[in-house]
């Protein structure tokens, strides 16, 4: 009985973590910074603001309030299918600042419009940024 329970609580577990991209990443529209299955940053066009600085290849999202904002420097600009991408992020969280540095991300998806979803699978980070 003592075993059961145990296979059942790891079972519990193992579906509570799972991050599927599929059913979280991709089949969003907005721009946004995920980790795991939380919505750290959400961008809202009447409250936020986003930025792309193409020399540096650095992405900004932020809200009016500069609150809540989050940063993601790459190494190169990330813009086809596949593509492996070296970045650091910082953002805010709580009454906080995160940072990440050395993630590699794949592109998982790019849209006409210069959006790109992007995966960090060891992390389960998942962000959608837009090449202005």
Same mark, same amino acid.
């Given at each position: 009985?003592?075993?059961? =329970?145990?296979?059942?609580?790891? #079972?519990?577990? #193992?579906?509570?973590? @799972?991050?599927?991209?599929? !059913?979280?990443?991709? +089949? &969003?529209?907005?721009?946004?910074?995920?980790?795991? *299955?939380? !919505?750290?940053?959400?961008?809202? %066009?009447?409250?936020?603001?986003?930025?792309?600085? @193409? %020399?540096?290849?650095?992405? @900004?999202?932020?809200?009016? &309030?500069?609150? *809540?904002?989050?940063?993601?420097?790459? #190494?190169?600009? %990330?813009?086809? !299918?596949?593509?492996?991408?070296? =970045? *650091?992020?910082? $953002?805010? #969280?709580?009454?906080?600042?995160?940072?990440? @540095?050395?993630?590699?991300?794949?592109?998982?998806?790019?849209? %006409? *419009?210069?959006? +790109? $979803?992007?995966?960090?699978?060891?992390?389960?980070?998942?962000?959608?940024?837009?090449?202005?």
């Amino acid at each position: 009985m003592k075993r059961l =329970a145990t296979i059942i609580i790891i #079972a519990v577990l #193992a579906t509570g973590c @799972r991050y599927d991209i599929d !059913e979280i990443l991709l +089949v &969003r529209e907005d721009i946004s910074f995920t980790i795991k *299955d939380e !919505e750290i940053f959400v961008f809202n %066009p009447l409250t936020c603001q986003i930025s792309c600085s @193409r %020399p540096e290849n650095i992405y @900004r999202m932020y809200d009016d &309030r500069l609150s *809540d904002w989050v940063m993601m420097e790459c #190494a190169e600009r %990330p813009d086809t !299918e596949g593509q492996i991408v070296k =970045a *650091d992020l910082t $953002w805010t #969280a709580s009454s906080s600042i995160r940072i990440e @540095r050395g993630l590699k991300f794949t592109v998982q998806k790019t849209s %006409p *419009d210069g959006k +790109v $979803w992007l995966w960090n699978k060891s992390k389960k980070i998942g962000i959608v940024i837009k090449n202005l």
